[in-house]
């Protein structure tokens, strides 16, 4: 999931999209009713390179440039289908969801599973084993956004409105969906825990990929060996919560403010208070140069998955590109 807080909106330069051929692709699936969210029938003028007609198209478009995005820095070798809709989601004048994402399925020992016993999304799980698992009319992730902000209501984020462009951030009063789609589409793909974490259990009592790499810095253990309880009370525990993957901690030094780490690891967002969709599955907000999977907004951030892509080789990602040139790119600027 991921949140804006209204901010003003920095414009960033352009970088294109490169076609890539991979044996595998994602699919993005339109899960929308006639005449709603990508088939809404607006018509509207291109903007920032999408020569999309209508809205629906147009938002269809920024979704696709997304997810092709991603497959720049996966080694994908099957179809991952992504099940996309437009809906009406919490939204106040102040903050809003943006949008949120999940993988449909999970998988555990299976051939080639880098771990036994461990849960894996079910886009890697396929990934990994080179079968496409799913029944043809079924998807590996499944993401909404909200619909609310092309209402244009100030009731909703002050009336900023969804950027539709291909090109960067768009102009003052919007919020450009492509880095939204980059941030969902990551959590779809695995970056997050399968931990209940208002009760702390495991999900059937396995591991998952992305809580391995969790612990604690308080008590030095990590999140899979501790007991139901230690999670509970280590998932509201900022800011001791660090990530202990190596491709990330040889990478983390990007990162400069020295609040967004414990111990000499990046911290994770774990606040006081539990906050659903959002507590363990996203680095600290006090990243600075911010990242992109914050669990709100940070403008200046529009194709890149800097450290994203560390966290997936990290959990056994097969991994193209470590986003590193990128990531270098913006401290450049
Ligand atoms: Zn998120």
């Known amino acids: 999931m991921i949140r804006a807080v209204i901010a003003v909106i920095l414009a960033i330069a352009l970088l294109g999209i490169d076609e890539k051929v991979n044996a595998g692709q994602f699919v993005t699936v339109n899960l929308d009713p006639p005449n709603e969210g990508l088939n809404d029938p607006e018509p509207v003028d291109p903007v920032g390179g999408n020569d999309g007609t209508t809205l629906g198209e147009q938002r269809m478009n920024v979704l696709e440039a997304a997810a092709e995005r991603w497959a720049e820095f996966l080694q994908l070798t099957v179809e991952i289908r992504i099940g996309a809709t437009f809906e009406e989601l919490e939204c106040d004048s102040a903050s809003g969801v943006l949008g949120f994402a999940g993988p449909t399925f999970v998988a555990a020992n ?9 849960w894996y999304s079910i886009s890697q799980a396929d990934t990994l084993r080179g079968a496409d698992t799913q029944d043809p009319g079924d998807q590996h992730i499944s993401t909404t956004y909200n619909v609310r902000l092309d209402d244009g209501d100030s009731g909703c984020l002050a009336g900023n409105t969804w950027y539709y462009g291909l090109d960067g951030e768009g102009p003052s009063g919007t919020v450009p969906l492509f880095p939204v789609v980059l941030h969902e589409l990551a959590h779809g793909l695995g970056f997050l825990t399968f931990v209940e974490l208002e009760s702390g259990e495991k999900l059937n009592g396995l591991d998952d990929a992305y809580m391995m790499f969790l612990r604690d810095q308080a008590t030095g253990k990590d999140w899979p060996d501790m007991s139901d309880e230690e999670r509970v009370d280590s998932a509201v525990n900022d800011p001791n919560i660090v990530w202990t993957g190596s491709t990330v901690d040889s990478m983390s030094d ?13 911290r994770m967002h774990a606040p006081d208070e539990l906050e659903a969709g959002s507590s363990i599955s996203h680095w600290t907000p006090d990243a600075d140069p911010p990242l992109l999977m914050e669990p709100s907004r940070n403008p200046g951030i529009f194709d890149d998955v800097d450290l994203t892509s560390a966290l997936f080789d990290d959990i056994g990602w097969p991994v193209n590109v470590l986003g590193i040139e990128i990531f270098q790119d913006r401290f450049e600027e």
Request: avoid cysteine.
């Open 110 to 118: 299976f051939i080639n599973a880098p771990e036994t016993d461990t």
């Open 254 to 266: 990007r990162v400069t403010a020295s609040e967004a780490f414990n111990g000499g690891l990046l």
